[in-house]
């Protein structure tokens, strides 16, 4: 049984001849994660977006653990009794013993049960476990870093919890635990070394010592295998988080990575080679009509033009109607988030639409969370303007429409000159005059609080993108998550993101990359790179990324200043297509959206969970996977109104023409039918009997794909 043997597969062919019936009904699943009902970063979207397919496949036998966080349970968690016997017998034991542990419905799609451990209630603990970690691991934890303070109260929990778990169990049970990221894996290392009959998994959204160094400047890819990780680690006072992450990939059964990219970089900064790589996913939600999608994005759209057109007021100089709303958003990491290389790209981009007498105007928008005082004044007044100026017009064509209905009822047509009297006209003049501006629009939404030292704000003082009438190119910061409860731009993320036309993120350290795959799901195309997982697993699985409104920037083999060229070169491009072409492009790209749907990608989960079973208990679980490399993966093939290359082996988008393009070849029908032929059909696991709240949100109807000859 080739259990020993390492392979790391992503593409969607290399699973169709695995062997899915394992029969799950003595196993039991934990799933350990820190962001488990505690919203912190991506593994949060992760795991809630991944709990109804866990459900349907493990039904009452999955529990997902993370932190009690207070706050957080209030209102997304439903606390109730422990249904199973065993882990009820469990909590009362550990919470007589000093615990602080709860169970209940993690309120969400599949509203699986959730084990939250009071990390803070058990602070008394803390230096033991210290003394215990050191002794039996020689892992030192300096009594200063509180977030590795929590790892280790957590991990000691998590561990506690298994081994009583296993103790309570009147059967040999069959428990599985799977372990994200390092705030998690000590839990996984005390397994291990209490030798607790437990197949464990860990997974690796990205890594420590990755996100350090790339956040150093440093030429990360092209000489991973030339750093001292131990002195790198040292040297940035994280050498004892690094020893937990590195324990835990060393000692899981199974190791998985979100990405080949951080496949790759696992190998050489965790010494180990995953042994599966297991793609994000999101949930999926289909359309009954094809082009819905489309008038959620108009709506959207006019949306963001009504907080444009109080933004701008008194500068409101061009056509909203020829304008482009980029957008980047994320954490705040200046470069590895690629905000720096954007930047620079903007500025290229508004020399070439200014040199080119281009009538179309960009605003590009910055959505990163910094530090904040409150809103800018200048920002809320302009909203306050352009809603005042909103009830001048009501009220004057309120007034005008009763004079023209009084006219008509009489019989007569209306004299115009007698519609708008003096004081009709003196409203108008003085909301006029209230549009007036002594200064430009402001570029941040927000009062800084280190305004002077702000990365976005110091380069767009160095590139001089400051809203001017002159500039093809206006920049908004908004540095606050969006909420649809905002004074200023009532949206929430969701329907922001409708409202773009292109979302840009040139990353240089994205081990998946969550924003360009919502976008997709969403129908708007956007750029991402060669050094993000997405962007790889992209490449991968399409013939022709950009025809499908897929941008990948090379950031791997070019230089700076090449990729930001690159960079220029596709927003300049996109800029240039007419409005016809955009929604060909959204069309196309709204259909990839399969690939990226948890009925896929859930495999490579299972996949692995079916590997550690086997390793853990090999006489009761035989996995014997097809070697990945025997299969091909099958390709999105260029769209048939697309000329093929190397002939034209131009922009692959629908390219620009002054006339819109009627004799264009394009059949959406027939376009959308050939991509259907080429996904596989969703992976579906037999439903365990698990209650379950109702959910109207029904997954869509899978696809019928043609036998195999």
Not at 112 to 120: A, E, K, N, S, T
Request: aromatic fraction near 12%; charged fraction near 25%; hydrophobic fraction near 40%.
């Amino acid at each position: 049984m080739p259990l020993a043997r390492s392979f790391s597969v992503t593409s969607l062919s290399g699973l169709d001849e695995w062997d899915d019936e394992f029969d799950l009904d003595d196993a039991v699943l934990f799933e350990i994660a820190w962001e488990v009902a505690n919203k912190v970063g991506g593994i949060y979207t992760v795991i809630q977006t991944k709990a109804r397919l866990t459900c349907e496949e493990w039904g009452e036998n999955y529990f997902l653990v993370g932190p009690y966080m207070e706050s957080n349970v209030r209102t997304q968690v439903e606390l109730i009794e422990p249904t199973n016997a065993a882990l009820r017998r469990t909590i009362d034991k550990m919470n007589s013993s000093g615990c602080k542990v709860y169970f209940g419905r993690w309120l969400i799609e599949g509203s699986p049960y959730v084990v939250l451990l009071d990390v803070g209630f058990t602070a008394w603990s803390l230096d033991r476990w210290k003394s215990e970690l050191w002794e039996n691991c020689s892992i030192g934890v300096p009594w200063f870093d509180r977030e590795a303070n929590d790892a280790v109260l957590f991990g000691f929990l998590t561990a506690w919890l298994l081994g009583e778990y296993a103790a309570q169990c009147e059967d040999p049970p069959h428990i599985l635990a799977h372990f994200h990221e390092w705030l998690a894996g000590l839990g996984l290392v005390l397994c291990r070394q209490r030798q607790l009959p437990v197949a464990t998994i860990f997974t690796t959204h990205a890594t420590l010592l990755g996100r350090y160094l790339c956040a150093g400047n440093v030429d990360f890819y092209n000489n991973l295998a030339e750093f001292n990780v131990d002195k790198e680690a040292g040297d940035r006072q994280i050498y004892h988080r690094y020893c937990l992450e590195r324990a835990a990939a060393r000692c899981a059964h199974v190791f998985t990575t979100v990405s080949q990219i951080t496949a790759i970089e696992a190998e050489h900064l965790l010494k180990r080679k995953p042994d599966i790589v297991t793609p994000n996913g999101l949930n999926v939600k289909k359309f009954s009509a094809m082009h819905e999608f489309q008038n959620l994005h108009a709506q959207s759209k006019a949306r963001i033009q009504e907080f444009i057109r109080g933004h701008f007021y008194g500068h409101l100089d061009f056509n909203l109607d020829k304008t482009v709303f980029l957008f980047i958003a994320g954490r705040y990491e200046f470069s590895n988030k690629g905000a720096d290389i954007f930047l620079e790209a903007l500025a290229r981009l508004n020399y070439l639409l200014r040199v080119n007498h281009s009538e179309v105007t960009v605003i590009a928008f910055f959505i990163m969370p910094a530090r904040t005082n409150n809103f800018n004044v200048e920002t809320l007044k302009g909203q306050a303007v352009r809603k005042q100026l909103w009830d001048t017009a009501q009220t004057v064509k309120e007034r005008f429409g009763k004079k023209l209905y009084e006219s008509l009822l009489v019989g007569q047509l209306p004299e115009v000159s007698k519609m708008l009297d003096k004081e009709d006209f003196t409203m108008m003049k003085r909301a006029i005059f209230a549009t007036q501006r002594q200064c430009l629009p402001p570029v941040c939404s927000h009062n800084m609080l280190e305004d002077s030292t702000d990365p976005i704000l110091t380069c767009i003082r160095r590139i001089g993108l400051f809203n001017s009438s002159q500039d093809r190119v206006k920049v908004v910061f908004h540095p606050e998550f969006l909420s649809s409860t905002s004074p200023l731009l009532p949206m929430d993320y969701e329907e922001f993101v409708r409202g773009c036309h292109l979302g840009v993120f040139p990353s240089y350290y994205e081990p998946w990359g969550y924003t360009p795959a919502e976008c997709t799901v969403m129908g708007i195309p956007s750029v991402s790179t060669n050094l993000s997982g997405f962007g790889c697993f992209m490449e991968e699985h399409i013939a022709d990324p950009s025809a499908y409104g897929i941008y990948i920037l090379d950031r791997r083999y070019r230089s700076v200043d090449e990729s930001c060229n690159q960079l220029t070169s596709f927003l300049f491009q996109f800029c240039q297509q007419s409005r016809r072409q955009r929604i060909i492009q959204r069309n196309r790209t709204e259909r990839l959206s399969d690939l990226l749907d948890w009925r896929y990608l859930g495999r490579y989960y299972v996949s692995a969970r079916h590997m550690a079973l086997a390793k853990a208990f090999p006489d009761a679980y035989v996995y014997e996977p097809h070697d990945p490399t025997s299969t091909t993966g099958f390709r999105y093939p260029r769209p048939a109104s697309v000329p093929p290359s190397p002939a034209h082996s131009l922009h692959s988008s629908p390219h620009h023409s002054e006339a819109e393009d009627e004799d264009e070849r394009y059949d959406e029908e027939l376009e959308a039918e050939k991509d259907r032929v080429n996904i596989r059909q969703p992976y579906s696991v037999p439903h365990k009997n698990k209650s379950l709240p109702a959910d109207p949100a029904e997954p869509a109807d899978s696809v019928e794909l043609p036998e195999k000859n």
